[in-house]
């Protein structure tokens, strides 16, 4: 009678056993998992092309400090706020200095230009209004320390102030994105060594 003995199967590259005679499905379920499912938790992928390069970011950071450094150097020829000047006023209309107004992604510089010849007859008077004098550029947050420091002195005459109010006109589900704005606007300004004038919005009510 002859005596069939089943031979030891030498494990490939697609047996579930394992050089060592372990069983290794766990580790072809893992690998199947991590083909089906790359975000799996255990799963570690390639970084995606199109994010940035840590060297990237870093120059990319170092440059807004450079431009906020040259930006920070040209508002020092501004001499410091006269409180007696600014604290005075009541509306917006009134403001000489920069002001702004803040939007969940980008802030209005608003800024009124002096009259040319402020001792002439017409100066500031009905020919020449507030209004006709006035300027409004919308600006990103990054690019805020270049406007302002690019305004010429005369835009400057309580010192080194700036005005800032959340929209007026927004809709209250933006309220939060605005704060938020608010709060990086501030520090941009902080920064800068620029004096901040919150007001609360267009009633002219002053937060001092």
């Known amino acids: 009678m002859l005596t069939f003995v089943a031979l030891p199967q030498r494990p ?8 060592d005679g372990r069983w290794k499905a766990p580790l072809i379920q893992t690998a ?5 499912l790359p975000f799996a938790s255990g799963c570690r992928t390639a ?9 990237t970011v870093r120059q990319a950071r170092q440059a807004q400090q450079s431009k906020m450094d040259a930006a920070r150097q040209e508002l020092e020829q501004i001499p410091p706020p006269s409180k007696n000047r600014y604290l005075s006023v009541r509306t917006k209309e009134l403001y000489a200095n920069p002001f702004l107004v803040v939007h969940p992604q980008t802030v209005t510089l ?6 040319q010849d402020p001792n002439g007859f017409n100066a500031g008077g009905v020919l020449r209004p507030a209004k006709a ?19 010429s002195p005369d835009a400057w005459p309580y010192g080194r102030v700036v005005a800032i109010e959340e929209s007026p006109s927004a809709p209250r589900t933006e309220r939060v994105a605005i704060r938020r704005n608010v709060e990086a ?5 902080n920064d ?11 009633n002219g009510a002053l937060l001092r």
């Open 32 to 36: 199947l998992l991590c083909a089906l």
């Open 47 to 55: 970084a995606s092309p199109s994010e940035p390069s840590r060297a």
């Open 192 to 202: 800068l060594g620029v004096v901040v004038d919150e007001w609360t919005g267009s």
């Open 185 to 189: 606007t501030i520090q941009i300004l």
């Open 110 to 115: 608003i800024i009124i230009y002096r009259d």
């Open 133 to 151: 004098r006035k300027q409004e550029v919308d600006v990103r947050l990054d690019d805020l320390p270049q406007a302002l420091s690019a305004l």
């Open 12 to 19: 490939n590259a697609f047996s579930p056993i394992g050089p």
